[in-house]
C-alpha cells in the first residue's frame, strides 16, 4: 500500500470511531418509553416486506432475528475495529523513528485543516 492510502485508512478508522463515539453520547429527545413500549421488540422491516402483508407476529419474530444478528454483527465490528487498530500499530512498528514522528505530525496537520473546514462549514 501506498503512504497516502495508509493515512487515508488511518483517518478513515479514526472517524469511524469518533463518529460512533459522537452518536452514542448524544442524549436523545425522545421521552422514555413506557415499561411495555421498552419489551415490545422494534426494529425496521426489510425493503419490500412492508408490502406483502406481513402480520405483526412475522413482524415481531423478524425483529426478534435482527436483534439476534445485530449484537453478533456488532460483536464483529469491535473485533474488527480491534484487528485493524494491531495491523496498524504493527505496520507502524515497520518505520524508523524519523518517520514514525514525521507521520504524527502529519496526523496532527490533517486533523487541524479538519477542524478548519467544520469551523468554515
Known amino acids: ?8 485508512a488511518g483517518g478513515l478508522l479514526l472517524f469511524a470511531v469518533a463518529l ?15 415499561k ?6 422494534r426494529g425496521r422491516l426489510p425493503n419490500h416486506f412492508g408490502k406483502i402483508g406481513v402480520t405483526e407476529e412475522q413482524r415481531l419474530t423478524i425483529y426478534g432475528i435482527q436483534a439476534d444478528f445485530n449484537a453478533q454483527i456488532d460483536e464483529l465490528l469491535a473485533q474488527v ?3 485493524r487498530g ?5 505496520i507502524e512498528e515497520v518505520l524508523t523513528s524519523a518517520q514514525r514522528d514525521l507521520l504524527t ?11 478548519a473546514r467544520r469551523r468554515n462549514d
Do not use: Y
Open 36 to 41: 411495555s413500549e421498552q419489551s415490545k421488540p
Open 105 to 115: 505530525e502529519l496526523r496532527k496537520e490533517a486533523a487541524r485543516e479538519r477542524d
Open 81 to 83: 475495529e480491534i484487528l
Open 86 to 90: 494491531e495491523r496498524d500499530k504493527t
Open 20 to 34: 460512533n463515539s459522537h452518536t452514542t453520547a448524544q442524549p436523545s429527545a425522545d421521552p422514555p418509553a413506557s
Open 1 to 8: 500500500m501506498t503512504h497516502r492510502t495508509l493515512l487515508l
